[in-house]
C-alpha cells in the first residue's frame, strides 16, 4: 500500500460573480495556491443582494505525483479533510472528482476539470462531507485506470466539484447550495493533508509520497528507506 500526498501546487479557483450559471461554470477569476484551508474550497450558488444576483462557482485542485512507483494498482482511495458548510443534505455536502488534465497555476486552469467542452475528465468517485474530518471516496474502475496510465510517468491531477456544477444543474436564487470548506496541502504536517492511497496487485511495500522534509517525523510507522522525499 502506498500513500501519496497532494503536491503544494493544490489549489482552488472560483468564477467571480457572474450573470449566468453557464458562464460561472466556464470563467475562473479567482486563483489561490497557498492557504491552508478556505471555507469556499467547493462553492455552488445564486443569491441576491442589492438588486444584483448573481452566481458562483469555485472548484479544487489537486496533484498526485505518481512517478515514483511501480507495479499496477487494484484499488485507491481519495481522501480530503473538509466539512460541508452549505444546506445539510446529501447532494449539496458531496465532494465529485473528476480526472484533470492538470493542476491549474492560474485563472485560466479553471476548466482543467473539462476533457473538451463543458464534458468532465474521467469520473474517480464521490464523497459525502459532513464534520470536520477525514472523508474517503473510492476510486471508480475508470478512475483505476486513470491512475495505472499515470504510474511511473507523471501526475495524476483531481479537480474536486460540488454536486450542482456535477450534474450542471443552476441553483435557484437563495435556494439550496453547496458551500464545502477543504484543507490543503499547507496545512501544518501531513494529518489534514488532501491524498491518495493506492493497493498494488502484489508485492508492492509501504510508501509515503509527498511528504515535506520537515514533516517526515510526523508520519508513523514509516522505514525511512520507504520515504520518497
Same mark, same amino acid.
Given at each position: 500500500?502506498?500513500?501519496?500526498?497532494?503536491?503544494?501546487?493544490?489549489?482552488?479557483?472560483?468564477?467571480?460573480?457572474?450573470?449566468?450559471?453557464?458562464?460561472?461554470?466556464?470563467?475562473?477569476?479567482?486563483?489561490?495556491?497557498?492557504?491552508?484551508?478556505?471555507?469556499?474550497?467547493?462553492?455552488?450558488?445564486?443569491?441576491?443582494?442589492?438588486?444584483?444576483?448573481?452566481?458562483?462557482?469555485?472548484?479544487?485542485?489537486? @496533484?498526485?505525483?505518481?512517478? @515514483?512507483?511501480?507495479?499496477?494498482?487494484?484499488?485507491?482511495?481519495?481522501?480530503?479533510?473538509?466539512? #460541508?458548510?452549505?444546506?445539510?443534505?446529501?447532494?449539496?455536502?458531496?465532494?465529485?472528482?473528476?480526472?484533470?488534465?492538470?493542476?491549474?497555476?492560474?485563472?485560466?486552469?479553471?476548466?482543467?476539470?473539462?476533457?473538451?467542452?463543458?464534458?468532465?475528465?474521467?469520473?474517480?468517485?464521490?464523497?459525502?462531507?459532513?464534520?470536520?474530518?477525514? %472523508?474517503?471516496?473510492?476510486?471508480?474502475?475508470?478512475?483505476?485506470?486513470?491512475?495505472? #496510465?499515470?504510474? @511511473?510517468?507523471?501526475?495524476?491531477?483531481?479537480?474536486?466539484?460540488?454536486?450542482?456544477?456535477?450534474?450542471?444543474?443552476?441553483?435557484?436564487?437563495?435556494?439550496?447550495?453547496?458551500?464545502?470548506?477543504?484543507?490543503?496541502?499547507?496545512?501544518?504536517?501531513?494529518?489534514?493533508?488532501?491524498?491518495?492511497?493506492?493497493?498494488?496487485?502484489?508485492?508492492?511495500? %509501504?510508501?509515503?509520497?509527498?511528504?515535506?522534509?520537515?514533516?517526515?517525523?510526523?508520519?508513523?510507522?514509516?522505514?525511512?528507506?520507504?520515504?520518497?522525499?
Amino acid at each position: 500500500m502506498s500513500t501519496v500526498y497532494a503536491g503544494s501546487s493544490d489549489c482552488y479557483i472560483g468564477s467571480g460573480a457572474q450573470t449566468s450559471w453557464a458562464n460561472a461554470r466556464s470563467n475562473g477569476n479567482v486563483f489561490n495556491s497557498s492557504l491552508a484551508n478556505y471555507s469556499f474550497g467547493i462553492y455552488n450558488i445564486y443569491t441576491g443582494g442589492r438588486g444584483v444576483n448573481s452566481f458562483f462557482c469555485v472548484r479544487s485542485y489537486f @496533484g498526485f505525483d505518481l512517478s @515514483g512507483l511501480s507495479g499496477t494498482v487494484s484499488s485507491a482511495t481519495i481522501s480530503i479533510y473538509a466539512k #460541508n458548510l452549505g444546506t445539510i443534505d446529501d447532494p449539496e455536502a458531496t465532494v465529485h472528482f473528476k480526472e484533470a488534465t492538470s493542476v491549474p497555476t492560474g485563472t485560466s486552469g479553471f476548466t482543467n476539470c473539462f476533457s473538451s467542452g463543458t464534458t468532465f475528465g474521467t469520473a474517480l468517485g464521490s464523497t459525502t462531507t459532513h464534520g470536520l474530518q477525514y %472523508h474517503d471516496a473510492s476510486v471508480l474502475s475508470g478512475g483505476i485506470t486513470a491512475i495505472n #496510465n499515470k504510474i @511511473g510517468s507523471g501526475t495524476l491531477a483531481v479537480a474536486a466539484v460540488g454536486d450542482f456544477d456535477n450534474s450542471n444543474t443552476a441553483p435557484s436564487l437563495s435556494g439550496d447550495y453547496a458551500k464545502i470548506a477543504i484543507y490543503f496541502s499547507e496545512s501544518s504536517g501531513t494529518s489534514n493533508d488532501p491524498k491518495l492511497t493506492l493497493t498494488f496487485t502484489s508485492g508492492y511495500t %509501504h510508501t509515503v509520497i509527498g511528504v515535506a522534509s520537515g514533516d517526515i517525523a510526523k508520519v508513523k510507522g514509516v522505514a525511512t528507506a520507504d520515504i520518497d522525499k
